[in-house]
């Protein structure tokens, strides 16, 4: 099926088409089936391109339902930082040094760069484990501030500066830090440099429920809606619906209102060859084209996006509980372009 990208504002605010068909049957069916192994009560799917744009929701949601983005937030991150860098705030490459001063391990992280952290060659060791778990089920309502969780990391598992990509939330959370020193606030700094252009009205740092905001359940059932909700961390901040995702990753790779074309091709390339990492977003193709995107897993979220370079299609799927989001969205990708 040969599809081609409408412009940006044509796309973002097109009606939905209003007839069902062998496509949408096909995808609402993948996700009917993807609920029924998992532990969430509602997944959304959003597929788009220049012609065809679905919504599909499958349990107790609705398409502007909001979820906890978990890892997905941090494509979000990056781009906030790379827009500070663009307009001279930051430096890319320079040594963090006084910028993660009074944080813990801040002898360490002042070595590395920004460049380090988002693409996670900075060696620094993770601070998710089973200590700050437990601690973040007893007080799930605690909003911990940076400190508080670098805190959980060991610096005698530190690797040394350019070590081999390794995947570690440290560096989003520093990379948070950074953002809040520079705009006083993380939720300051994402709504100026990311929700603000991209008119991404559904999303926040955090929420304190309300109205069309996913419970999230864990493999066991049980409600975790409050450890998420409360995640503000750089390494997973964001609760937002799929129509801003969508908004977020269009305007992100087909405009400059975020950052600039160079700025682009620098986030987009692979920070060490075979990592299929870039800054913040994932470097990857199948059998219908390479993508760029990222996945998001947490005790009440699985969440993942994929943008295919070459017609601009995206995929975005949503769920509030455990789910294998990799066999959803192969899945969801063979069906859409599958003759």
Do not use: C
């Amino acid at each position: 099926m040969l599809r081609h990208a409408l412009p940006l504002a044509a796309l973002l605010f097109a009606a939905p088409p209003s007839y069902a068909g062998p496509l949408e049957d096909a995808l609402t069916d993948l996700i009917a089936e993807a609920r029924a192994q998992s532990s969430a009560s509602a997944v959304v799917l959003l597929a788009s391109d220049g012609d065809e744009r679905f919504v599909l929701v499958d349990g107790d949601g609705t398409p502007e339902t909001r979820f906890y983005l978990a890892s997905v937030g941090k494509t979000l991150v990056a781009a906030a930082v790379l827009n500070a860098v663009e307009r001279g705030a930051l430096d890319l490459d320079a040594p963090l040094g006084a910028q993660v001063a009074g944080l813990p391990m801040a002898d360490l992280a002042a070595t590395r760069s920004l460049r380090d952290l988002l693409n996670h060659t900075s060696g620094l060791p993770d601070y998710l484990d089973d200590a700050f778990f437990e601690d973040a089920a007893a007080r799930p309502s605690h909003r911990w501030s940076p400190a508080e969780a670098l805190g959980y990391a060991d610096p005698a598992e530190a690797l040394p500066r350019g070590s081999p990509f390794e995947y570690t939330n440290t560096n989003y959370v520093l990379l948070g830090a950074v953002l809040e020193g520079l705009d006083g606030s993380l939720a300051a700094a994402m709504d100026a440099r990311v929700f603000g252009p991209t008119k991404m009205t559904a999303s926040s740092v955090g929420a304190k429920g309300g109205a069309n905001l996913a419970r999230g359940y864990d493999e066991t059932g049980r409600d975790v809606s409050e450890v998420l909700w409360n995640s503000t961390l750089g390494d997973g901040p964001v609760v937002g619906s799929a129509p801003d995702l969508e908004r977020f990753v269009r305007t992100l790779m087909e405009s400059d209102r975020i950052i600039g074309s160079a700025m682009r091709a620098q986030m987009l390339r692979e920070g060490q060859s075979g990592s299929g990492y870039g800054l913040g977003i994932g470097v990857d193709g199948d059998d219908w084209g390479d993508w760029f995107g990222h996945s998001g897993g947490f005790d009440g979220a699985a969440t993942d996006y994929r943008y295919y370079a070459e017609d601009g299609t995206m995929l975005i799927v949503l769920a509030n509980g455990d789910l294998d989001t990799d066999w959803v969205m192969d899945e969801a990708a063979a069906i859409w372009f599958g003759d």
